[in-house]
């Protein structure tokens, strides 16, 4: 039989990690469900969803956006009027995920922080002050590795998160030539 641990800060971990990864109900997509679902993406991604809702979402607001356009333009609306062409709405995409990687590493230095803070009141060699610290240092390596490898560590966006303008002027350029080019 299995000793139960009585350290509260392990069991909340424990809790709080050992569920499954799933949503809330615990029911993954039945084939069904997921068949349409990959339909969708599918569709999307070969142009397939004109006049009708997108898989995309707006930078702006979060909310779903429409597909407007027709033949070589993308065009997307969202319920509140955003509008945005396919290069725009790449560029703003770029610009909501590096916002979100920068706002993921401050929270984790500030949690990190605040996990230091936490052990300074405790008893210095308790288990649970070297818990706190030992989170708090993967927290530190977690911010350090996302600002390295995805923020580019100061310098330069990697181009997997920035998409640049002279990018997507060469899209812009392509997409208006004509056909028998």
């Given at each position: 039989?299995?000793?139960?641990?009585?350290?509260?800060?392990?069991?909340?971990?424990?809790?709080?990690?050992?569920?499954?990864?799933?949503?809330?109900?615990?029911?993954?997509?039945?084939?069904?469900?997921?068949?349409?679902?990959?339909?969708?993406?599918?569709?999307?991604?070969?142009?397939?969803?004109?006049?009708?809702?997108?898989?995309?979402?707006?930078?702006?607001?979060?909310?779903?956006?429409?597909?407007?356009?027709?033949?070589?333009?993308?065009e997307f609306r969202c319920h509140l009027g955003h509008e945005w062409t396919g290069d725009t709405l790449i560029v703003a995409k770029s610009r909501v995920l590096e916002q979100a990687i920068m706002e993921a590493v401050r929270e984790l230095k500030e949690k990190g922080m605040l996990l230091r803070q936490l052990a300074t009141m405790l008893t210095p060699?308790?288990?649970?002050?070297?818990?706190?610290?030992?989170?708090?240092d993967q927290h530190d390596e977690h911010s350090r590795l996302l600002q390295t490898h995805l923020l580019g560590g100061g310098e330069e966006l990697p181009a997997s998160i920035s998409t640049t303008d002279r990018l997507m002027g060469e899209v812009v350029h392509e997409i208006r030539r004509p056909a028998d080019d």
């Amino acid at each position: 039989m299995q000793k139960r641990c009585r350290d509260p800060v392990v069991v909340w971990r424990q809790r709080i990690f050992a569920g499954p990864a799933v949503a809330p109900s615990g029911n993954m997509p039945k084939q069904p469900e997921a068949d349409v679902i990959a339909r969708h993406l599918r569709d999307q991604q070969e142009g397939k969803r004109e006049g009708n809702i997108s898989v995309y979402s707006c930078p702006d607001c979060g909310g779903a956006l429409w597909q407007l356009g027709n033949g070589r333009t993308l065009e997307f609306r969202c319920h509140l009027g955003h509008e945005w062409t396919g290069d725009t709405l790449i560029v703003a995409k770029s610009r909501v995920l590096e916002q979100a990687i920068m706002e993921a590493v401050r929270e984790l230095k500030e949690k990190g922080m605040l996990l230091r803070q936490l052990a300074t009141m405790l008893t210095p060699q308790s288990a649970t002050t070297a818990a706190l610290i030992e989170e708090a240092d993967q927290h530190d390596e977690h911010s350090r590795l996302l600002q390295t490898h995805l923020l580019g560590g100061g310098e330069e966006l990697p181009a997997s998160i920035s998409t640049t303008d002279r990018l997507m002027g060469e899209v812009v350029h392509e997409i208006r030539r004509p056909a028998d080019d």
